[in-house]
């Protein structure tokens, strides 16, 4: 029996409803193909646990999580409770950052039988690369002066091992896909970082000469995202400019309730994390209407990580033929509850 | 007779096309309208310029504008003959910053008869009002170290009288419409600047008890965008945030072709400049398919500003009859060249 020892953080939210979800499909989806099987551990780090300890994670955090072999997170954040800079630093980009997980993954693909908001979508099939642990989001910055003269800074920083590894990892993974590469940029609006990115991208490029690969501007690049999605393979994305694509990229899918995703550490030192697209969603808790599919395809991610890539896919498929059936939850045009949409996967993988 | 004297800066690539489009246009509608007459003076500013003239603009061009009671600007850039972020910061950017042209609206609504990407697009009606001198967009910043070690940094420096103008303007827009105001922001990742813009949208927003006005995360509004623009009435934004989000408006009206801008100096001091949000497009010069409504529209915002707001409404009604009427060019599904769709836009003015 193959053992593997996953760290489980539900969060805040439905990040609590979601997560049952993905850990009822794995183990069925386990059980069902034999031989593999899970040890779940669970961390009870939220907004909650910041309202009782002051703090969103134990301060010896990444010394218990270190030894998993990864981490399966929900969604992080309660603005009623705590500012979300403070609960999303203090876990989510914590562990991101802690754990060196510098590339974040994130396919889109059309799924039959999604409602997608777009009248005519294509076959597309895409994932944005993005990096994730400098750029946009930093901690140097600050402020100045008070009230009418106060002035706010932030610094992006990119280095060039930052950039160099997201777009060496795209590169990479277009060599297995279609051969194609899109950096986004914006380099005639943002000066410095920008041109540097780009000049990166011109580096590694020349290293794939059998990569096709352009530079589009973010702006476009968004618009394209939803007049042609069909155009694109892999998109190499900065931090934030990541963090806006792949929500269009849920957006098109048909919901943001079934975006996954995977923060990948690059070394294999620390535990990779996954961790679906969308947030906690505070406004739907308790409703059974979350849409557990972005936390079960978030799974199927890690069991490819763990190099369990026909468990994987059979999970997937599960969930294409139950959403195909059209056992969905509201947001994709169902009347299906979380649990009903979960057992469906479930008598699925079975079958 | 009224006269205005406008400044005429075609620019780079199908802005050379689209530019003489919308003058006709104006003519016609004023010549229609009686009255009232334009006097251009045309600029040959733009990227041949600067292989000519080593700068986009001369050193005085804005000496040379000031006097203008507006200018009108097609499109700047082509990367081919000079970087991006030359081109832009030397003249349009230039523009934008030297006559504090501090606020950029953007209009997105459904069109009868445009093919929104969109499968069930409900008649949204939305306008982005963008900080437009500040922020994201600056020059401070530089790199460090050489090769593996090279570093670059970025600063966005947001000042309290910059978000202040761009959200009051909103709120004070928004009071004339349907009462609502968005702020996008990224305070969970973008952890000094954004917490200080959502500061000063708490307190501006205090002061405007009868508007409806909620903070919404940049990732999750793009993918509103597609998924329910019909949701918004006035969305103010960062200057980054703002140039992502206006692309997205222009696709889910169908095409960016048809979206219109205006830089507004607030003060009066200076000329406001008036650009479509479409780029130069240059892999379309000389095809005559280049769409000629962002322009016309663009001209029609310059009306408006003007006072001339009769003009301007007359000038809309007879883009959006021609449109019903399937006289467009091929980005929004048709086959009319950009002078048949300019001539059917006069025809309709002269009725
Ligand atoms: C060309 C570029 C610098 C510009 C911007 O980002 O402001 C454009 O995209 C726009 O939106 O007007
Ligand atoms: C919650 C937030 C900090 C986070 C991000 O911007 O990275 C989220 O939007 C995401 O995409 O994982």
């Known amino acids: 029996m193959k053992r593997f020892s996953i760290a489980v953080i539900p969060g805040d939210g439905i990040g609590r409803e979601v997560v049952p979800a993905a850990l009822n499909v794995l183990d069925t989806a386990a059980s069902a193909h034999g031989g593999i099987a899970f040890d779940y551990t669970e961390f009870p780090w939220s907004c909650e646990y910041y309202l009782e300890h002051g703090e969103m ?45 510098s590339i974040n993954i994130r396919p889109a693909k059309y799924f039959e039988g999604l409602r997608s908001p777009l009248a005519d979508p294509k076959q597309f099939d895409f994932i944005v690369v993005r990096e994730n642990s ?27 091992p930052g950039v160099e590894n997201a777009l060496r990892y795209g590169f990479e993974l277009a060599k297995g896909r279609k051969g194609h590469v899109t950096s986004a940029t914006k380099s005639n609006g943002i000066v ?79 535990p990779s994390m996954f961790e679906p697209v969308h947030g906690s969603a505070p406004d739907i808790v308790g409703k059974h209407i979350a849409n557990p599919i972005g936390q079960i395809w978030t799974a199927k991610m890690m069991l490819d990580h763990l190099g369990e890539t026909e468990l994987g896919a059979g999970i997937l498929s599960a969930v294409e033929e139950v959403t195909k059936n059209g056992v969905k939850t509201p947001d994709i045009g169902g009347s299906a509850t979380t649990e009903e949409v979960t057992a469906a996967i479930c008598e699925q993988l079975k079958k």
Chains 1, 2 share one sequence.
Do not use: C
């Open 192 to 270: 410095h970082t920008m041109p540097f990115w780009d000049e990166v991208f011109a580096d590694v490029k020349a290293d794939y000469p059998e990569i096709e690969a352009e530079s589009t501007h973010i702006d476009a690049l968004a618009a394209f995202f939803v007049t042609k999605p069909e155009a694109f393979d892999v998109v190499v994305a900065s931090n934030l400019f990541g963090d806006i694509l792949t929500d269009i990229g849920g957006a098109v899918m048909g919901s943001i309730g079934i975006a996954p995703a995977a923060n990948i550490n690059l070394s294999g030192e620390f």
């Open 57 to 101: 994670m134990p301060e010896d955090g990444l010394e218990q999580l270190k030894k998993f072999d990864a981490i399966l997170l929900g969604a992080v954040g309660n603005p009623q409770l705590v500012p979300d800079h403070v609960s999303l630093w203090g876990l989510l980009i914590n562990i991101r950052r802690g754990f060196q997980q």
């Open 134 to 160: 400098e750029g946009e989001y930093s901690e140097v910055g600050g402020r100045i002066h008070q009230g009418s003269s106060q002035i706010a800074i932030q610094n992006s920083i990119f280095t060039r």
